[in-house]
């Protein structure tokens, strides 16, 4: 397989923008895009959380300027459909798939893309390698948080894959929603950093019973009548096993998210539907985020209400190198390529 190649600069087009790439986060779908899992046509450059500067602009560019900074919305939406047109562009009727898989992305030194997809951000504010993962890496938990899982000041917050690219900052959403997190993960220096990012618990799944741990750890100083258990469960794994940890971990009333990409040679069960309707339990879906979403966590990211966890750097030369650590569970927080 060819993973180097070099491609002509694009030109940008009717109502694009050709984009000199500054940085490009690194995080498992794009290992999914790889394998042939997020229907990617081919030949393709890969990488969708992508920040630059504007180079040239095409023709019916209005709002954007040569020297802008820019970070990249990633989902090909139409902006027309009654979904679009209510701020719900996540189940776009006419959805176009992502950049990264049916049109070009960030590992790439240039990259032209369409005008409604790149939002101006502040580079004295934020640097291009934090800007660039907050497309999914922030606007995603943020998405999750306001609609999804509606966390209230004072909820309990299960994120499962807390230490990961995109879950550590979950946590860091929950609490800033105000409220008490949870951390799961299988690795104790992504545990170590959940904590450091607002996670009040810390439980390894590998180690303990989770669903036992969640009962003890949100019964303590509760009356016996009340409902031990957490109000929303954020599951970035989405295995059989985290799924069936999670809805066990749920108190009356509560909300399990599911994210990340499903395994279907192992399915979810469900031993006891009754369950469902007895304590009045949700099951959600959750996916990426609006364009409002986006432009706001860019300003949460701007006021310092929200902090990008960078902890891996790697040059555009050893992009490969920077998918396998990610592929083999070795970064903590979001590795991003700075090219």
């Not at 180097?4 to 600069?9: A, G, K, L």
Request: net charge neutral.
């Amino acid at each position: 397989m060819k993973l180097r190649e070099d491609v002509p600069t694009p030109k940008p087009k009717k109502g694009e923008a050709l984009i000199r790439v500054k940085a490009c986060g690194i995080g498992l779908t794009l290992s999914w895009v790889r394998l042939g899992r997020m229907g990617a046509t081919l030949p393709r450059i890969i990488g969708h959380e992508i920040s630059g500067v504007v180079e040239e602009t095409g023709p019916s560019v209005k709002t954007l300027s040569r020297g802008d900074s820019v970070a990249v919305y990633f989902y090909l939406t139409c902006g027309r459909c009654r979904y679009c047109l209510t701020d719900r562009e996540t189940i776009c009727e006419n959805f176009g798939g992502n950049v990264g898989t049916r049109i070009d992305g960030g590992l790439a030194e240039f990259v032209s893309l369409p005008e409604s997809n790149l939002f101006k951000f502040s580079s004295k504010k934020i640097d291009y390698e934090s800007a660039s993962i907050i497309s999914d890496a922030i606007a995603t938990p943020l998405h999750i948080a306001r609609k999804r899982a509606k966390i209230s000041p004072l909820d309990k917050v299960m994120v499962i894959g807390a230490g990961g690219g995109v879950g550590v900052h979950m946590v860091q959403m929950a609490a800033f929603f105000g409220a008490e997190v949870y951390a799961v993960d299988v690795d104790e220096k992504k545990l170590d950093l959940a904590k450091r990012f607002g996670a009040s618990y810390a439980i390894n799944a590998r180690k303990e019973d989770v669903p036992l741990e969640i009962s003890k750890l949100t019964r303590a100083g509760e009356s016996e009548s009340m409902s031990a258990g957490v109000d929303s469960v954020i599951d970035f794994v989405s295995s059989r096993e985290s799924i069936e940890k999670g809805f066990a971990s749920l108190r009356a009333g509560g909300k399990l998210v599911l994210l990340g990409h499903f395994h279907p040679e192992d399915p979810f069960h469900l031993d006891d539907p009754q369950t469902i309707i007895r304590k009045e339990l949700s099951i959600l879906g959750s996916r990426y985020a609006t364009k409002q979403e986006f432009r706001e966590a860019i300003e949460l990211v701007e006021r310092g209400l929200i902090k990008p966890v960078v902890t891996h750097v790697y040059d555009f030369e050893d992009a490969d190198m920077a998918l396998l650590d990610v592929e083999e569970g070795k970064v903590a927080g979001r590795a991003v390529v700075r090219v």
